[in-house]
């Protein structure tokens, strides 16, 4: 055996968290590593090109740091660089290694969470440009529709603890409402990015009683741990010590007091730096 080997489990912020919240509950066993680029954070807005790099830093870090398999539970980073890095640079870099994201494993289950078949996807505009949910929806849900609304703002106030202000409210009430018009037929509405759980009390409140909304935390954890049962030997690599540990790219304080409502324990983070050369 080769020693520690964490599950590593990346976002642009605090995002990352409630999926991690999800896994730590389902399989509290195994060694975990979180990184949040909150210095660069938000993804939302950011080209192709420069999500791809920054992801592909952040996942240099964790093989770095010993971990064979990484989570990007972040949606904008799933969207944008998960194809590329699995293809192009895996087999090239790392080609024992695997990563992962939240996309996949969310498109395989969500349409059985909608009666109509009608299905309303809040993101940020780097996921909904990017097209991934419809074109992946498909193959799983081929008659499935699916109407799709970018909520520009909606991570900028999480990531500065706004979420619970007028402001939010005000921003929560219209994107929903501009998602809503696309058709009266939406009965599930995915929260199809890792940082809106925080809002699901005014996500709810401006949402029609009886919609369904639906968060991705729990169906991560399920598929990560299907995963690992039905991949014996990466299992076997991940170590089991039960030791989380957290890092950031930019304060450690602030990481710190904003992590515990994401996390729902205590967080103690450590500083880090991605694309430059790592200090010992
Ligand atoms: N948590 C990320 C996601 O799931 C937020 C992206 C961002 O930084 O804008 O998309």
Known sequence: MEGKQPIGI??????????????????????YLYLGDNARAPYGPRSFDTVYRYTLEAVQWFFDRNCSLVILACNTASAKALRTIQQNDLPRIAPEKRVLGVIRPTTEVIGNFSPSGNIGILGTSGTVNSGSYPIEIEKFFPTAKVFQQACPMW???????????????????????????KSAMIDTILLACTHYP??????KEYSPADMTIITQGEIVA??????????PAMKSRCSAGGIREFFTTDSTEDFDNHATTFFGEPVRSRHTVLGQPQEG
């Open 222 to 231: 399920r598929s990560l741990d299907d995963y690992l049962e039905r991949h």
């Open 10 to 31: 990346f976002d642009s912020g605090y995002g990352g968290l409630t999926v991690m919240r999800e896994i730590t509950n389902r399989m509290p066993e195994y060694d």
């Open 155 to 181: 991570v900028p106030l999480i990531e500065n603890n706004e979420f619970n202000s007028n402001g939010a409210d005000f921003f929560v009430r219209k994107s929903i409402h501009e998602l809503l018009l």
């Open 198 to 203: 925080l809002m699901l009390g005014k996500i």
